[in-house]
């Protein structure tokens, strides 16, 4: 989760794209539609709803979030759209892979409630709800990819199986706060929300692939890539 106030701005990405520029991969669309405050007003409402239902599946399909939630996937369409061109004016001759979402509730019959490390207090019934979003954004991602000539990266379909609602031996994904599976400790400043969820010594993993998920996202780009003609260096 970022510190209070929001990370340090940073210059962007697109600027270090030249025409020399031979390779770019480029994730996208989590952080545009909102996805963190998506599973946050889910963990509240299904505190509120204790356990029970579907809240937060009728507040974005039916309710009030819902037209702000399509506006969002809408403008993730365009700012695609527009950066995937910004690349190609930038670097005519450069190979593109769009990197796709793992699988974070593949399992339509969800997980148990309460556990942190999976997805906290979301219902079990609104957890279709957040892989139907989480589909969604694939599909503009995909989509927008093919239209510019770009490579889309699958990274969902493999990992089916994998996501946070799995085994710990087979998951691939974190929960909302976790064991870290790498090396090394967590060194951002906990958000309020992290330091209010009750899981002492976990850090705020907050539905990131963990060591196994990230290894796997990394073989799937380079062997995109190596498609593309990529060679290694």
Not at 80 to 88: D, G, P, S
Request: aromatic share 6%; hydrophobic share 35%.
């Amino acid at each position: 989760m970022p510190p209070k106030g929001g990370w340090a701005p940073r210059p962007a990405q697109i600027e270090a794209v030249t025409a020399s520029t031979d390779l770019v991969t480029l994730g996208i669309g989590g952080n545009s539609v909102g996805f963190v405050d998506v599973v946050t007003r889910c963990i509240e409402q299904g505190i509120a709803s204790l356990g029970t239902g579907s809240p937060c599946t009728t507040h974005y399909t039916r309710g009030s979030g819902a037209r702000p939630l399509d506006g969002r996937i809408a403008a993730l369409e365009a700012d695609l759209a527009t950066t995937l061109k910004n690349i190609r004016t930038r670097a005519p001759h450069a190979k593109v892979a769009v990197v796709g979402y793992p699988a974070v509730v593949a399992d339509r019959t969800g997980c148990s409630f309460g556990s942190w490390r999976r997805l906290g207090t979301v219902t079990r019934g609104d957890m279709p709800f957040l892989d139907d979003l989480e589909r969604r954004v694939n599909t503009v991602l995909r989509t927008q990819a093919q239209r510019a000539g770009a490579a889309y990266v699958d990274t969902y379909t493999s990992s089916t199986g994998h996501g946070v609602c799995a085994a710990p031996d087979q998951r691939w994904m974190y929960g909302i706060k976790d064991d870290l599976t790498g090396p090394g400790t967590q060194s951002d400043t906990p958000s309020a929300l992290c330091r209010s969820i009750p899981a002492p010594g976990e850090a705020c993993t907050f539905l990131h692939p963990n060591l196994r998920g990230t290894t796997h996202q990394a073989d799937l780009v380079t062997r995109t890539l190596t498609a593309l003609g990529a060679t290694r260096r």
